[in-house]
């Protein structure tokens, strides 16, 4: 970073209020996870359920990123709000929050069905339909992994 | 992921051409990084070169990512085209592509000067201006710490 790039604060957020807001407006996070010493990530929507400071994701049975959680659910996560580019100023103006914490698989199936709910009503303006269109049965979550990250602690910065 | 969405394809994006595009349009990627197992992350501005396969990015000469980098250099990016969240739809439309490389620090001036040209390059219109004022002399280059990142292999994924 040169001289000129340098004295532009990139100031931390520090209000809990703000914070709070990115994660409310954010749509999907992006995921760091370790196993054996190697990186990974993953994006993933959520649905933030603001009284348990907590996240849900859904996903399949399957895949890479369940393998990674199982053997290290120790996660680094980031919101982004981009805010577009800044010509000419080599910056870029943004919100984003990092997050550390924990994701684990949800088993129980009225926690399931509970995160699912946080998801969907996080994400759509009218989740009744999609509810009732997908999610009609208790049955209907057998093919779901429902995840949910525990909130340790986390950062925010904005720039510009 | 419930049966209704689970039908919806996920496609895989096999094309070079489409992949480069994505790789030439980005401003920043977000990248994954582990030390002793933990994981961390950052979201960078970068410049492309295409030639070599390498992104280029600049930062200041102190911080954690630096130190995880020097423990391990294996990082997993991301790189995603937000095309927005599909109202009633449970689906969000995108392009990205997953990165898997290692990032090092390019302690060669030579090098530091051609990564800070690709970087200005790919995200600047006109980066004569802020070149000549910032990038104005041998010494310049001390503040900055430029990183490379040499690709292995990507990924590529698009939703709607």
Same mark, same amino acid.
């Given at each position: 970073?040169?001289? %000129?790039?340098?004295?532009?604060? !990139?100031? !931390? ?11 409310? &407006?954010? &749509? $999907? ?18 649905? %933030? ?6 996240? $849900? ?25 981009? #805010?577009? $580019?800044?010509?000419? !100023? ?6 984003? #929050?990092? #997050? ?6 949800? !088993? ?26 997908? #999610?009609?049965?208790?049955?209907? %979550? ?5 995840? &949910? ?12």
């Amino acid at each position: 970073m040169h001289p %000129y790039h340098m004295t532009k604060e !990139e100031r !931390e957020i520090k209000d809990k209020e703000v914070m709070k807001d990115i994660l409310k &407006k954010g &749509k $999907y996070i992006i995921v760091a996870m370790s196993r054996n010493n190697e990186p990974y990530l993953v994006t993933l929507s959520y649905g %933030y359920d603001e009284f348990s400071n907590v996240l $849900y994701f859904h996903t399949g049975n399957k895949g890479l990123k369940l393998d990674f959680l199982r053997k290290n659910p120790a996660v680094c996560g980031t919101i982004i709000e981009d #805010l577009g $580019y800044q010509k000419d !100023e080599c910056a870029h103006a943004y919100r984003s #929050l990092v #997050l550390w914490g924990k994701i684990t698989i949800v !088993e129980d199936l009225q926690e399931k069905k509970q995160g699912m709910e946080v998801l969907l009503h996080h994400l759509e303006e009218h989740p009744g339909p999609i509810h009732d269109r997908t #999610l009609n049965s208790n049955a209907s %979550y057998n093919a779901v992994a429902v995840l &949910k990250m525990e909130i340790d602690h986390m950062t925010g910065k904005q720039g510009q």
